[in-house]
Nanobody, 115 residues
Framework: QVQLVESGGGEVQAGESLTLTCTASGRIYSVRVVGWYRQTLGEEREPVATLSGDRTTYADSAKGRFTVSRDNAQNTLNLQMNSLNSEDTAVYYC??????????WGQGTQVTVSS
């Protein structure tokens, strides 16, 4: 069973930075997609940044401010978030899709940006 645990969320002021970390454990087959999604109350979960092979894709709202990185040796996925604003307030989820199209989600970590 694959487990994903996010950490690093919290409350910051607008303009500040946060780094989220997702640590994966368990039997993980080769991965097709890894990434970060976020969700606000009453809204659908949306992708923030995803990695698929050599391709990195950012949501328009994240471009130029967020950076996703992966450390295969540590089984971690990071999301560096700079210049945060109130619209970034959400629960952030780590996501993995393996080569068999199995999908795994973390429990989420809350990010709150105060203006």
């Amino acid at each position: 069973q694959v487990q994903l645990v996010e950490s690093g969320g919290g409350e910051v002021q607008a303009g500040e930075s946060l780094t989220l970390t997702c640590t994966a454990s368990g039997r993980i087959y080769s991965v097709r997609v890894v990434g970060w999604y976020r969700q606000t109350l009453g809204e659908e979960r949306e992708p923030v940044a995803t990695l698929s092979g050599d391709r990195t894709t950012y949501a328009d709202s994240a471009k130029g401010r967020f950076t996703v990185s992966r450390d295969n040796a540590q089984n971690t996925l990071n999301l560096q978030m700079n210049s945060l604003n109130s619209e970034d307030t959400a629960v952030y989820y780590c996501y993995i899709q393996d080569i068999f199209y199995n999908e795994y989600w973390g429990q989420g970590t809350q990010v709150t940006v105060s203006s």
